[in-house]
């Protein structure tokens, strides 16, 4: 375990953002965790994965712990399938990239997405038609108050789009150390979503194997989202509307060709079209802007304070709500 005060958190958000914290701690096993527990019942604190979903709009005035903890294991249910399960503080694209390596499939699509494993069960992520939610059989978890370990099914952990019980009924309440996803050796290459299909079509693939999925969402992913190295940014910032078919049809009279897609007896809005409409994609404004080939990732150009980024994202949502009376919710975790 290691510390230090008036830790510099730059390093700690893709956004790239100059904060600092009170103090911050690495964790690299449950039982060092465990050791800070009569700490976290008394100070302010935060965890942090891969700092890829958060944006620090002032100092943070607390402790930050790093999770850090690692750890991979496969085990066969029976001939095709197993259980797979991933520490919290391993990056999820190395998981991802290692169940392909074990023949165990089903991650494909969600490669390359930025972040720890800890992050899937918390935001329920999700890509090219999956979200964690289709794979998650158990998250464990450690009660904060009590130090007790418990198990959630998939079902106790109320997965919705972007959504879980860790972020609403017990947020704050447990640290999440382990997830188990259910693999399979012949899970279903699913191709449909997006532009897979073309990036497939044009390496002639016919018949893509898991992998090809994988190589295909990386290779679309690095073409539309900015690399955080390059240019600072948290990947979406802003969830996409989930509207009232009613409200979709006012839409479509307005505007036919708005995309649109079914879910449930509602239907999902791309935010990135809206905020094209309202002239953002490619927009700069000082050290902040709208990424010129996904509207819905916000960047740093160098240099912009987490304010600057918030008060931008506000103006987003103003000329959003202005032009389509919709209001924009931020993906992105903010942290006052
Ligand atoms: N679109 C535009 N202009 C833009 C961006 C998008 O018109 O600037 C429209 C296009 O019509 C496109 C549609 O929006 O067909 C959907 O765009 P895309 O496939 O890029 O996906 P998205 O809905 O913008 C979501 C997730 C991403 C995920 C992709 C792919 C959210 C908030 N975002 O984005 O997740 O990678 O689908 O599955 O649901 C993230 O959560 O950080 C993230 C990057």
């Avoid at 002239?279 to 912009?304: E, P, T």
């Avoid at 709500?321 to 919710?329: A, P, R, T």
Wanted: charged share 20%; aromatic share 10%.
């Amino acid at each position: 375990m290691s510390s230090n005060f008036q830790a510099s958190l730059k390093s700690y958000n893709t956004f790239g953002i100059e904060a600092l914290a009170r103090e911050l701690v690495i964790v690299q096993s449950l039982d060092e965790l465990k050791k800070l527990l009569p700490r976290l019942r008394t100070e302010k604190f935060m965890f942090l994965g891969g700092g890829s979903n958060v944006l620090f709009i002032n100092d943070f005035d607390g402790l930050v712990v790093i999770n850090q903890i690692k750890g991979l294991k496969a085990e066969s249910i029976n001939g095709n399938d197993a259980d797979v399960s991933a520490m919290s503080g391993e990056s999820w694209h190395e998981f991802v990239l290692w169940t392909l390596d074990q023949g165990y499939y089903g991650l494909e699509n969600m490669s390359l997405i930025p972040g720890t494993v800890g992050a899937a069960p918390m935001q329920n992520i999700g890509a090219y038609g999956v979200e964690f939610k289709d794979v998650c059989i158990q998250v464990d978890a450690l009660e904060l108050a009590t130090g007790a370990l418990k198990s959630f099914t998939s079902a106790e952990c109320e997965f919705g789009y972007r959504e879980s019980v860790f972020k609403r009924a017990l947020k704050d309440q447990y640290f999440i150390y382990q997830v188990h996803v259910k693999l399979s050796r012949n899970s279903p290459i699913k191709a449909s979503y997006g532009n897979i299909q073309d990036v497939l079509k044009t390496k002639g693939i016919k018949h893509p194997s898991h992998r090809d999925i994988s190589n295909a969402v990386i290779e679309i992913r690095s073409s539309k989202l900015p690399d955080p190295s390059q240019l600072g940014n948290a990947g979406s910032f802003f969830k996409n509307p989930v509207v009232l078919q009613s409200q979709a049809e006012a839409l479509l009279m307005k505007y036919p060709n708005a995309p649109h897609f079914a879910d449930g007896d509602r239907v999902k809005v791309p935010a990135g079209w809206l905020i094209e409409q309202c002239r953002f994609k490619g927009f700069r404004d000082g050290n902040v802007g709208s990424h010129k080939d996904q509207a819905l990732v916000i960047v740093n150009y160098g240099g912009a304070t987490g304010q600057e980024i918030f008060d931008y994202s506000k103006k987003i949502i103003r000329e959003v709500q202005k032009k389509f009376n919709f209001v924009l919710e931020r993906e992105v975790n903010m942290i006052f």
